[in-house]
């Protein structure tokens, strides 16, 4: 079966990051880590100075719901130019609020809670953080359905839809913020909100021009 995997990628910490996402899931690696002392020589290619042979080369970890924790130490003595930004995040969808809560504590260790886990206007128990590596977590929980006022259940992107449009529609009017300032937050609600199928439920406002 297909599967997704994220990997990272840290200068020289890779080991200590992974031996503290393993505390945190409770997991064990799929093998033995390989260290760049592993590879064998490479003709024309320089020897691995003595403090790089400890690094690692690959280390992969199975976390939830059958997705891997892949990594690797980029080190800039070999040629890399590694920046920590900001445009990856891994979003942990938890089974319950309390597996949600308890995630998010044990990865905000050490690192910074950017959105603590909250109740959030579409239906969603959700939470941002950057642990002490520098990595971006999501922590997230929803309910599998949402009821509207008759007790009728109906799809959690449709709620969601709904107060979106209503979002915009208030930001039109006069002494409100205008869409465009509304766009990032349309765009991150987009990308967390499925139906039960894994198609995308939500649809947002067009946003060219915004």
């Known amino acids: 079966?297909?599967?997704?995997?994220?990997?990272?990628?840290?200068?020289?910490?890779?080991e200590q990051a992974f031996e503290f996402y393993k505390t945190v899931?409770?997991?064990?690696?799929?093998?033995?880590?390989?260290?760049?002392?592993?590879?064998?020589p490479m003709e024309g290619m320089p020897s691995l100075p003595e403090e790089n042979k400890r690094l690692i080369l690959n280390v992969q970890l199975p976390i939830l719901g059958g997705n891997l924790l892949m990594g690797s130490d980029a080190p800039a003595e070999m040629g890399f130019d590694l920046k920590t930004g900001n445009n990856v995040q891994i979003c942990l969808h938890a089974d319950s609020r309390e597996d949600a809560d308890r995630l998010f504590g044990a990865l905000a260790d050490g690192g910074a809670a950017k959105m603590p886990m909250a109740d959030q206007f579409w239906g969603d128990y959700y939470g941002e953080l950057t642990d002490k590596f520098g990595i971006l977590w999501m922590g997230d929980s929803h309910p599998a359905e949402l009821t509207v006022g008759s007790g009728v259940p109906i799809p959690k992107g449709a709620v969601a839809e709904m107060d979106i449009s209503m979002m915009v529609r208030r930001s039109r009017r006069p002494g409100h913020v205008r869409p465009g300032l509304l766009r990032d937050r349309v765009r991150r609600i987009t990308a967390h909100l499925l139906s039960p199928d894994g198609v995308v439920a939500l649809q947002s406002p067009s946003m060219s021009g915004w």
Not at 1 to 14: E, H, I, P
Not at 27 to 32: F, P
């Open 25 to 40: 899931f409770g997991t064990e690696y799929v093998a033995e880590p390989t260290r760049y002392g592993d590879m064998p």
């Open 1 to 14: 079966m297909a599967k997704v995997s994220t990997y990272l990628n840290f200068t020289d910490s890779t």
